[in-house]
């Protein structure tokens, strides 16, 4: 088996402090919303620790962009801007998925330095990371300091709105980190991926040729 | 007996002219010399005035008027000495008083508070700024919708006993426990009352405007209370936001019973929606929406709502949310901030109980609200995202539909890679039993 250096120690950083800060961001907003029904901290130390890792969280967001910014790796969140292509890409993931692996076949997806995502995750992450998180940030910060955001607030039709958007993103966080986790264990072992995100190395077969570079 | 009470009238007839001639006489001597008398030293009273109190002093003078009240004509000349128009007299203000018509027998006076009425108009000849602040006061409002029994200046100032102090009397609460007597019972136990802050240390006293206008008595208590909002800052998180959408009272009355109240609003031009006199829209539009007469529910609200955009293109209303106290009563029932308010729980959490009470809205032409009642539901319906935009309390006031969104994605999340790993499983059982092949 060979390895190939994927994920570069910014990525990694970037990971696992998003992974530790996504967890206590939705049990801290669980607590805040659902205040009736569980009780693992008072409604004050929800929404403050809330607060503090959501900022964290935003500086994070920025050694991500930065490292993707200023390096080449920036190519893995390019999009396949050829509908047949990754349509064609896509189905063939989806079919893998769905039936493909329950028969043993491989991953038709052979990750390299340049294309570590498959064609499904590089469109859930380009969304996730390009719009679904800076909005979540965007109507959080809105929502920290209603009073001082409140012109812009009552432009997208007041705190209501702003809040309803932040909920239904944390709705899809929350159903998205149990996807997540289980799909990070589908590696040729369970714990392959999770071990590469840890020490930046993938293992990848063989046979394939040692996967492609460009 | 028939010529004995005949006789009796002549008698009385015939004394009231003697009394009339007399005084007449006496009225037209104190006249002649009027111009020679001189006032003596230490605030005492004109020799003229002292003339007027020679009858006007008697214990039990009075007048029966046409509606059968009776006029008290007595005057207390030692409180009139000590007042602040002792050096006016009684000339100044009865100018209509003259040795033709003293007594006034032949003048028709329909009745007491209409004689007060009267004589008021007196009062703005000297006081014309004061009486313009009270002209623009919610008393004066009320006098003119025809509430004849409104306080005029007459019936806060003892007019023969004006002061230079306010008439506030920190005992009984006089004047305004006259007319507001439950709500100084609430106030005397209260912290400002026991403080024996008067009433117009935060309403006003000449200008008191209605106590729900935009802001005022907010204003009043941060008049006071400068360092309220940087204390609340240090534990509140968005506090700023919550001295927008929740009162004083609502917090600082901790045993009130606390409701929401959504104002219409025009964002446009930036100020509450103010119905215009004569022209009562609110009412009869808001009864035309609740078709069940139980309170509008959500979809009679956004209907509401359109009507009030629809008229003017260059408005838009809104609602903007208020957490109250229920009465007048409750909002006097100040406490010590130790005993305030201070478990957020009492409002973020489903059910709390000042959203469980709502109503609409609108600036009255005397600058008190009219309310129409409201379901609780407007609070949480998923319609409130449109028309209830600006107001929302975390947790308290959530929609349901996201609720069950939530649980469906988690279970959605749990469940899907459950599933598709029991497929795994029951795929790998079956595919060593058809090959009985081990599995790597």
Redesign the interface.
Same mark, same amino acid.
């Given at each position: 088996m060979a390895r190939i250096y994927v994920h570069p120690l910014p990525v990694r950083i970037w990971h696992w402090i998003n992974a530790l800060g996504f967890v206590a961001m939705i049990v801290t907003g669980f607590q805040i919303r659902y205040i009736g029904l569980i009780d693992l901290m008072s409604f004050r130390t929800a929404v403050v620790v809330h607060e503090w890792i959501g900022f964290v969280l935003i500086a994070n967001f920025f050694i991500w962009l930065i490292f993707y910014l200023f390096t080449d790796k920036i190519r893995v969140y390019h999009p396949e801007l050829n509908p047949m292509k990754h349509f064609r890409a896509s189905f063939r993931q989806a079919m893998f998925y769905g039936y493909g692996i329950f028969k043993g076949d491989p991953n038709p997806h052979h990750v390299s330095v340049y294309e570590k995502f498959n064609s499904m995750q590089s469109m859930s992450y380009q969304v996730i990371m390009l719009l679904l998180v800076p909005l979540q940030f965007w109507t959080g910060v809105l929502l920290w300091d209603v009073k001082r955001f409140s012109g812009m607030i009552d432009m997208l039709g007041g705190v209501r709105v702003v809040d309803t958007a932040h909920v239904l993103i944390f709705i899809f966080f929350s159903g998205f980190i149990f996807m997540h986790i289980y799909l990070a264990t589908l590696g040729h072992t369970r714990m392959a991926h999770i071990k590469s995100m840890l020490t930046g190395y993938e293992d990848i077969e063989e046979e394939h040729g040692g996967g492609k570079q460009k | 007996m028939a010529s004995s009470r005949s006789e009796g009238a002549a008698t009385r007839a015939r004394f009231r002219v003697d009394l009339t001639i007399a005084a007449r006489l006496a009225l037209a001597a104190v006249l002649a010399v009027a111009s020679l008398s001189a006032y003596a030293a230490g605030g005492a009273l004109s020799q003229l005035d002292q003339q007027c109190l020679g009858c006007h002093s008697a214990k039990g003078l009075e007048m029966k008027l046409v509606n059968g009240d009776k006029l008290s004509l007595q005057v207390d000349g030692t409180e009139f000495s000590k007042s602040v128009h002792n050096k006016l007299g009684c000339a100044v203000c009865h100018a209509n008083t003259s040795f033709e018509n003293h007594p006034p027998v032949k003048t028709k006076i329909a009745g007491s508070r209409e004689y007060s009425l009267e004589m008021n108009k007196i009062c703005e000849s000297c006081h014309a700024p004061i009486f313009k602040l009270y002209e623009g006061s919610i008393h004066a409002a009320l006098f003119r919708d025809g509430n004849t029994y409104a306080p005029v200046c007459t019936d806060c100032h003892s007019p023969h006993a004006v002061m230079a102090k306010a008439t506030y009397d920190t005992a009984s609460g006089a004047p305004c426990s006259k007319c507001h007597g439950p709500i100084f019972e609430a106030y005397a136990s209260s912290v400002h009352g026991k403080a024996t802050l008067a009433c117009s240390n935060c309403h006003g006293a000449h200008d008191v405007s209605a106590a729900t206008k935009e802001g005022q008595l907010k204003n009043a208590c941060l008049g006071c209370h400068q360092d309220a909002q940087a204390n609340h800052q240090k534990?509140l998180? *968005?506090a700023?936001?919550h =001295?927008?959408a929740v009162s004083c009272p609502a917090c600082h009355s901790p045993t009130a019973k606390r409701k929401v109240d959504l104002r219409l609003y025009d *964002?446009v031009a930036q100020q509450s929606v103010a119905e215009k006199a004569g022209v009562p829209q609110f009412e009869r539009r808001a009864r035309s929406a609740d078709a069940k007469g139980a309170g509008l529910d959500a979809m009679a609200l956004y209907s509401l709502l359109r009507e009030f955009n629809r008229e003017g293109l260059d408005n838009k209303t809104?609602l903007r949310g208020r957490l109250e106290v229920s009465t007048g009563v409750e909002a006097h029932q100040l406490t010590r901030s130790t005993e305030a308010i201070r478990d957020? !729980?009492k409002c973020?959490?489903?059910?709390a109980d000042p959203f469980q009470s709502v109503t609409i809205s609108i600036v009255g032409p005397d600058g008190r609200p009219v309310r129409y009642g409201a379901q609780p539901e407007v609070l949480n319906s998923i319609i409130?995202?449109?028309s %209830? @935009?600006? =107001?929302?309390a975390? @947790?308290g006031t959530?929609?349901k539909l %996201?609720d069950w %969104? &939530?649980a &469906?994605?988690?279970l @959605?999340?749990?469940g899907?890679?459950l599933g598709?790993?029991t497929?795994?499983w029951l =795929?790998k059982r079956y !595919?060593k039993k058809i090959s009985g092949q081990e599995d790597s």
């Open positions: - | 534990w998180p *968005n700023k936001r =001295f927008d *964002n809104t957020c !729980a973020h959490q489903q059910g409130s995202v449109d %209830l @935009g600006g =107001f929302y975390i @947790g959530r929609i %996201l %969104l &939530l &469906l994605a988690v @959605g999340g749990i899907a890679p598709h790993m497929v795994r =795929f !595919a």
